[in-house]
Each structure stands twice: as C-alpha cells, then as structure tokens.
C-alpha cells in the first residue's frame, strides 16, 4: 500500500515512510492509496476472531510490503498486552445501551488503543533503520500521557507534550508529569489546546528544523493512529451482529479532532455494515456546525468538563474533506486556502447532502451532558464519563446505537461526582498519582520559544 497527500504535492510513499512523516511535507495529510475491500465472506469471518486476530486482519493489508506479518503478530501482541480487559475493548450492554468500552488501556482513555501500538512501532523502523525520532504533540489531555506511555523509557526516542496550562483534569495533567523517564519532556504552554496544536504544525512546517532533528508526529494526524482505530469498529460490529452482514450499525462518536470518527469512516469505506455516524461534540461544535451547515467555521473555545473535545479546528477534518471532494487535491487546497484566507471554508450544496446522508450530528451542552450522566446511572448504574455522555446523549434517539465510551469515569471524577454525587472507583493505573513526584515546564504559547527550548533540551 502507498500513501499520498491530501493536498497532492509528494510523490507516494511507503506505510514507514507515512508513520515517520506524520504531516506530508506539503502540508496535506497522509492517506491510503486505495482502500482494501473486504467481502462478506470475511466480514463473517472476521466477526469471530478475538481482537488481537482481527487487528492483525485489518492491519495487515495497509503495512503489508513494509512489515511482516510474524512482526505485525509481535507488534500487537506487545500493544494490547497493557490492556487490563481480556477482550481489550468489549462491547457491555447497559440497559438499553451498548457501549464500546475502549478505556481499558494503561491511561484509561481510549487513545491507548493507537499510541501503544504506535510506540511500539515507531520502536521496530527506528531499531530497523538505525535512527532517532523526537516526538512533538499537543494534547488536550489524553494524547499526552497515552503517547508517553506509549514510549516512555525507549532509547531511540524524545517525547516532548504540549498541554495547555490548567485546562486539563489534574488527573490527566499527573498522569503526564508523573512519568520521570529521561525521554519523557512535558511543556505546560499558557494558551489553548488549539494554540498547541498551532505551534506543532508550525514545526512541522519548518522543514529545515523538522529534517534536522527528526521530528515525529503522535498527534492524530499519524496515519497508524487512525489504522489502529479502525480495528474496533470491525470488532464491536461482530461482537453486535454476530456476523451477518445484513445488519447494519451505527456507531455514536464523541468528537474533537475528528480522528475517531474518521476511523469509522475508514471501516465503511472497507464495507463494514454501517448505517451511520453519529457526531457528537460538546459546546465546541465546529464539527456539528458543519454537518448541520455546510460551513467548517472556527469559533471560540470553550472549557468544558468533556476537555478532550475542547476544539474548534479539527486536524483530522481535512483527511474526511478529501474523500468529500472527490479525492481531488486541488479542490482540498482551494478549500483550505479559503480557510487560511478567511477562517472558513464552504461545500457545494450537493456535498452537503452527501455529510447528511452519513453522518447525524448533535452539540451536547453542559447540562445535558451531566443529566445524561445522571439519567444513566438512576437507570442502570451505570457511570459514564463525561465524554461518553456526550455520544451517549447524541444517540438518545437511536435505539441499539453502538456509543463509543472513551474514557474512565475516574479520569474525570469531579464532573462525575457533580453530575451523580459519588466517584467512579480509579482502575489500578489512575491510583497513588497524586502522591508522585512531577516535572514540567512552563513556557509562552509560541512556536519559537517551544523550538528553542527543544533545541536546549536536546543538546544538554
Ligand atoms: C481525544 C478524545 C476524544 C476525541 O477524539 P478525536 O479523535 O479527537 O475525535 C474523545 N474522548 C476522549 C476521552 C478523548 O481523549
């Protein structure tokens, strides 16, 4: 499989190559060829397999020239070997619910799912070629410390976060400052997550720094992050369908960055039986508003108690934008030109019901989240986090909806204990944090000061 970009100013590259890029050199984003099509015949097959068998399957034809299929057997093997689950992300029905629980990771957030497995490979083609990588990621919360965890303690590797400071949960901030590895750089900038993400691209942007110091990307913008995702969509459609292919599912996704969600989209385009997509958002709705709208739009954003999704640019929204206009990249860039230009950018109205017809789109607010917090565990007992109550809200209306839980109710105590007045017990991995010893720095919300301070850091 060769991966071309967005914006179609590389020549294609090779699934390695894609991983190590992260952002296309031409500032597009990495994408498959092709997408491999999967018949009924193994759909059914595939709804049998337990997940570490099916990630393989699913994988495989995407880093198939790259990686054997013994090493991608290992690759998964070690990934999912931290998941406390034996199922590692099992469907549970609530009531009436079904809830695809993806927490089970060692940060208790669903991102696990992609950075252990993409640690692990980042680890293989350095080893491979010899090299070294220094990651640089913003994070909103659960990036951070699931990509930490991720490569922590690995030779060949610096990692240096982004978080905006004191806007993510002190649980999330510990998890990440907690981790004392030499590799391990945490930066708390005084901005917004979107800030974070600005300063990243920006050095990405900057070729002859990106180039010198081997910079890796682990923000969802990494290809293998999505790949990662796609498995437990095929996964939570066996465990639902038992295998026939008639039955079509929705699958309610609580979104920020658009990188779950156009996961899911991947696994349609394969031919899992999808109905649709549920988009949910909390009150940074840029992503409803353009499915609703037409009209991808920055606006403000706003802190709310579903931090992971307190977002108003979407880095993922270009990849789904592509297959939206025809896999044509000079509609991408006349798009995102307007975008640069004017702050936002508009499809033709024959697009726009081509967003309708898939994707159903909702803004949760505050207070709903919290009621639905609330409504859940009167019901069934229940504790939702305050992001999977955002899917789960969404979906009200869809009965037998697969709602994507995407965090550990512990993660988020105080939204939770405010929403039903006690506390979610803390799995193993979020116990003893705040006692542990911490390091971080603090530094502006520029790109320059974020470039010298890596250039210090790796030179001492
Ligand atoms: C990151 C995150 C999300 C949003 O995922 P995207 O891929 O950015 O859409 C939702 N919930 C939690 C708990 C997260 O950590």
Redesign the pocket.
């Known amino acids: 499989m060769r991966y071309v970009s967005t914006r179609g100013g590389i020549e294609p590259v090779t699934f390695s190559q894609a991983v190590m890029m992260g952002l296309a050199t031409d500032g597009g984003l990495l994408l498959p060829e092709s997408f491999p099509q999967i018949d009924a015949t193994t759909l059914q097959r595939w709804a049998e397999l337990p997940f570490k068998a099916l990630a393989v399957e699913v994988m495989y034809p995407y880093v198939g020239e790259d990686i054997s299929r013994v090493e991608l057997e290992k690759l998964v093997e070690e990934s999912y070997a931290s998941f406390s689950h034996p199922e590692v992300t099992p469907v549970v029905e609530v009531g009436d619910l079904r809830i695809l629980e993806l927490f089970h990771g060692p940060t208790a957030?669903?991102?696990d799912v992609a950075l252990q497995f993409l640690g692990n490979l980042f680890e293989l083609l350095l080893e491979r070629s010899g090299g070294r990588l220094n990651i640089l990621g913003a994070t909103?919360?659960?990036?951070g410390s699931a990509a930490i965890y991720g490569v922590r303690g690995q030779e060949r590797i610096d990692i240096f976060i982004l978080h905006p400071k004191g806007r993510v949960s002190p649980i999330q901030e510990r998890q990440m400052t907690t981790v004392l590895d030499a590799n391990v750089h945490n930066i708390a900038i005084t901005g917004t997550f979107d800030d974070g993400q600005r300063i990243v691209k920006e050095l990405f942007n900057d070729l002859a720094f990106k180039q010198e110091y081997t910079l890796g990307a682990v923000n969802?913008i990494n290809w293998a992050r999505i790949l990662a995702q796609v498995v437990y969509y095929f996964y939570a459609w066996g465990r639902v369908s038992g295998g026939d292919v008639d039955q079509k599912v929705t699958f309610s996704?609580?979104?920020?960055?658009?990188?779950?969600?156009f996961a899911g989209y991947v696994a349609m385009r394969m031919g899992l039986p999808v109905e649709r997509l549920i988009l949910a958002t909390n009150r940074n709705d840029i992503l409803s508003r353009f499915v609703n709208s037409g009209v991808y739009q920055t606006g403000e954003v706003y802190p709310t108690i579903?931090p992971?999704?307190d977002?108003q640019i979407s880095s993922?929204f270009e990849r789904y934008l592509y297959y939206l206009m025809d896999q044509d990249p000079a509609k991408v860039r006349a798009l995102m030109d307007q975008m640069g230009r004017e702050g936002k950018l508009e499809v033709p109205a024959e697009k726009r019901a081509e967003v309708a017809a898939l994707f159903q789109a909702a803004a949760v607010s505050e207070e709903e989240t919290r009621d639905q917090i609330r409504d859940t565990y009167a019901q069934t007992g229940y504790i939702l986090?305050p992001?999977t109550a955002v899917g789960v809200h969404a979906a009200k209306e869809i009965p037998g909806a697969i709602c994507l839980a995407?965090?550990h109710p512990a993660k988020f105590g105080a939204a939770v204990k405010e929403a039903i007045g006690v506390e979610s017990e803390p799995p193993a991995s979020l116990q003893g944090l705040m006692e542990k010893e911490t390091r971080c720095a603090v530094l502006e919300a520029d790109a320059a000061v974020i470039r010298d301070f890596m250039k210090t850091t790796l030179a001492g």
Do not use: C, L, R, W
């Open positions: 957030a669903f991102k909103s919360g659960d990036t969802s996704v609580p979104t920020g960055n658009f990188g779950d969600i579903s992971s999704m977002i993922n986090d992001h995407t965090a």
